[in-house]
């Protein structure tokens, strides 16, 4: 099962809104709205902050927001934040019981 | 609170074997499904095997597949990976996480413990 494909970084200043990317196949994101997105700070453990595409962990900021289209999902933040700057995994269930990771993007706030 | 202790990583030779423990504390740990996600140094995550809740259902990926075992303790709220032929790259840090259920995501992790693979 190949990686899912996502932009190795992106960059926005205080305020504005950027959106990551995560392409798969049909056989993994297009296949199921099991679609998860993580935050990793430097050092730490990764955390959950959207599940099946669109839903928010209770404690996670409406200011992320997820979605789908096809065989490509998106994470949205909005209103950036200096604490916002981490890196940021999707990753999806497939058709062969397993789970697939995107290879990161790392967001920095300007 | 919830928490997820790893246990049984360090320095090992190419070739030899692995297990690595977690345990769990404050969840219902015999009702959820658990996974070891591995993150080689600098580099991003990468999905290693599940185990269900009772154990019924065991899924691996492709790079341990064939050489390593996951299983569980629910008496002893405590998750266990097994890794036979260990090879360069499977140096990582390897995370216990536990599945938000239902929901094929990746719910709260550990902490992670280190395993380096070199002779």
């Known amino acids: 099962q190949s990686a899912l494909t996502q932009p190795a970084s992106v960059s926005g200043s205080p305020g504005q809104s950027i959106t990551i990317s995560c392409t798969g196949t049909s056989s993994d994101v297009g296949g199921y709205n099991y679609v998860s997105w993580y935050q990793q700070h430097p050092g730490e453990a990764p955390k959950l902050m959207i599940y099946?595409?669109?839903n928010r962990p209770s404690g996670v900021s409406d200011r992320f927001s997820g979605s789908k289209s096809g065989n490509t999902a998106s994470l949205t933040i909005s209103g950036l934040q200096a604490e916002d700057e981490a890196d940021y995994y999707c990753?999806?269930?497939?058709?062969?019981?397993?789970?697939?990771f995107g290879g990161g993007t790392k967001v920095t706030v300007l | 609170q919830m928490q997820l202790v790893e246990s049984g990583g360090g320095v090992v030779q190419p070739g030899k074997f692995l297990r690595l423990s977690c345990t769990a504390s404050g969840f219902i740990f015999s009702s959820v499904g658990m996974h070891w996600v591995r993150q080689a140094p600098g580099k991003g995550l990468e999905w290693v095997a599940f185990?269900?809740?009772?154990?019924?259902?065991?899924f691996y990926g492709a790079s341990v597949k064939g050489r390593s075992s996951i299983s569980r303790d629910n008496f002893k709220d405590t998750l266990y990976l097994e890794v036979n032929n260990l090879r360069v790259e499977d140096t990582a840090v390897y995370y216990c996480v536990k599945e938000r259920s239902r929901t094929w995501s990746f719910d709260f992790w550990g902490q992670g413990t280190l395993v380096t693979v070199s002779s």
């Open positions: 099946e595409v669109t």
């Open positions: 185990v269900s809740f009772d154990a019924s259902n065991k």
């Open positions: 990753s999806a269930y497939t058709i062969t019981y397993t789970w697939v």
